[in-house]
């Protein structure tokens, strides 16, 4: 059984910074390509950013380039989203997501593609 904790959500004024972090237990998904998905209110689940299991590749959906990083430190089972400059548009809740395939070289951005889901920590960006 795995269980995904994110953390780091809150409230923040638009250009401001947060970082969010997804911790796994019960099983290890280092070596587990990984996901940071946010759905707002009246929209649909959108994948933000999507990370291969030794963190060489990533994408990021294009209203989050240039301004979000996803990360990962294996050593700790913890996948990090760093967002920058923040927009009132990308307040939401953001869940983070893991497959359970592991070794895949590539990332995911569906999110039919994952398994594992965590219960969601709200951003909210003031103007």
């Known amino acids: 059984q795995v269980q995904l904790a994110e953390s780091g959500g809150g409230l923040v004024q638009a250009g401001g910074s947060l970082r969010l972090s997804c911790a796994a237990s019960?099983?290890?998904?280092?070596?587990?390509?990984m996901g940071w998905f946010r759905q707002a209110p009246e929209k649909e689940r959108e994948c933000v950013a999507a990370?291969?299991?030794?963190?060489?590749?990533?994408q990021y959906a294009d209203s989050v380039k240039g301004r979000f990083t996803i990360s990962r430190d294996n050593a700790k089972n913890t996948v990090y989203l760093q967002m920058n400059s923040l927009k009132p548009e990308d307040t939401a809740d953001y869940y983070c997501?893991?497959?359970?395939?592991?070794?895949?070289?590539?990332?995911?951005?569906?999110?039919?593609?994952?398994?594992?889901w965590g219960q969601g920590t709200q951003v909210t960006v003031s103007s």
């Open positions: 990370i291969s299991w030794s963190g060489g590749r990533s």
């Open positions: 997501a893991g497959r359970s395939e592991p070794y895949s070289g590539y990332y995911y951005l569906s999110g039919s593609d994952y398994d594992y």
């Open positions: 019960g099983r290890t998904l280092s070596r587990h390509a």
